[in-house]
């Protein structure tokens, strides 16, 4: 079983609708939790980052994270084209040493039709 | 936005020969890191360096080599390339107690 699971899409919707992507993981360790956006032929570019369970909202962004089911969740309201990407979820342990390593999911291709 | 920049941003190289991709921040982060990225598979770490002078072999076995001399460069080489090497090639840094990484555009190579 990989650490962490991502749905790859792809995943097509009309403008301005609701998207939710969502990650899970299997390794408790994992305490802090990131999620990029990669256009094609791009790097991935840092969204949101949160250390908590709980909703952190950016925007029409908002990420969840329920550590008790290993579930993570990126909402984006209102979607647009320019939102068609490749989203990647991150997640890495809080050891307090010198591991800052991050697992990723393999990412889900979005896109938003007009 | 990220200071992190990679170069070149396409190479197309025939097999045997050596190469090697830079990348340089100009934010002062003490921690680089390079991935490995194929269509549709997740970020493999393949090197990583905690300060000048410092480097680690990531998770992903690889037949590229880093080197750490400055703090802002952190340059990837590869001494005999593969048609296996083709990949796209990610380079990552952050600062130290913070855990988000900040990625360059990423350099894609081809080997043929």
């Known amino acids: 079983q990989k650490e962490v699971e991502q749905d790859p899409g792809p995943l097509s919707v009309p403008e301005g609708a609701i998207v939710s992507l969502n990650c899970t993981y299997s390794?408790?360790?994992?305490?802090?939790f990131m999620w990029y956006r990669q256009y094609s032929r791009k790097g991935p570019e840092l969204l949101m980052y949160?250390?908590?369970?709980g909703n952190k909202e950016d925007g029409r962004f908002t990420a969840q994270v329920d550590k008790s089911s290993k579930y993570i969740s990126l909402f984006i309201r209102d979607s647009q084209p320019s939102d068609s990407a490749t989203y990647l979820c991150?997640?890495?342990?809080?050891?307090?040493?010198?591991?800052?390593?991050?697992?990723f999911g393999k990412g889900t291709l979005l896109t938003v039709n007009p | 936005e990220a200071d992190i920049y990679q170069t070149p941003r396409y190479l197309v190289i025939g097999t045997g020969k050596k190469i090697t991709l830079e990348c340089s921040q100009t934010?002062?982060?003490?921690?680089m890191y390079w991935y490995q990225q194929d269509p549709g598979m997740e970020l493999h770490l393949i090197h990583y360096?905690?300060?000048?002078?410092?480097?680690e072999k990531g998770d992903l076995s690889s037949e590229s080599t880093v080197s750490r001399i400055r703090t802002e460069h952190f340059p990837l080489t590869l001494e005999s390339a593969r048609p296996s090497h083709t990949s796209q090639y990610l380079c990552?840094?952050?600062?130290?107690?913070?855990?988000?990484?900040?990625f360059g555009p990423g350099t894609r190579l081809t080997v043929t």
């Open positions: 991150a997640m890495g342990p809080n050891s307090g040493g010198s591991n800052y390593k991050l697992t």
């Open positions: 390794n408790s360790a994992f305490q802090y």
């Open positions: 949160t250390y908590s369970s």
């Open positions: 934010m002062g982060h003490d921690k």
């Open positions: 360096s905690y300060g000048v002078n410092s480097t």
């Open positions: 990552a840094s952050n600062r130290q107690g913070i855990h988000e990484q900040y």
